[in-house]
């Protein structure tokens, strides 16, 4: 899975991080990509054990690798305003480049 991670203070604990310290964030799970509301980014936070990985899902092969069923890791899905989400995980820069590049 390549693509844009969340990094916070630590290893651990990045969903109570991102929950407390980004304005208007809060946990919301939806069953498809669809799902996600205009005007919000998923973020999902995977659990590793030695650390956790916070991945901003950008389109909807992201939220299929990041949702399939056989993978039994502890997972929280975290919604938060579609720009901040897109800055933080420096998705916002790869998108800004890549329109320059065209």
Same mark, same amino acid.
Request: no cysteine; proline share 4%.
């Given at each position: 899975? !390549?693509?844009? &991670? ?6 651990? $604990?990045? +969903?109570?991080?991102?929950? /407390? ?8 799970? #939806? /069953?498809?990509?669809?799902?996600? #509301?205009?005007?919000?980014?998923? =973020?999902? =936070? =995977? ?5 956790? +990985?916070?991945? $901003?899902? &950008?389109? /909807? %092969?992201?939220?299929? /690798?990041?949702?399939? #069923? ?5 997972? %929280? ?6 720009? =901040? +989400?897109?800055?933080?995980? !420096? &998705? +916002? ?10």
């Amino acid at each position: 899975m !390549g693509g844009f &991670y969340i990094q916070t203070v630590g290893h651990n $604990f990045k +969903a109570g991080y991102i929950l /407390e310290n980004i304005e208007g964030s809060y946990e919301f799970r #939806p /069953e498809t990509y669809q799902d996600i #509301p205009e005007g919000k980014g998923l =973020v999902i =936070v =995977v659990e590793n054990g030695a650390f956790d +990985a916070a991945a $901003f899902i &950008y389109e /909807e %092969r992201e939220f299929e /690798e990041f949702t399939l #069923p056989s993978d039994n890791r502890p997972k %929280r899905f975290i919604l938060m305003d579609i720009s =901040v +989400a897109e800055d933080i995980s !420096g &998705y +916002a820069k790869f998108k800004e480049a890549k329109k320059e590049s065209i």
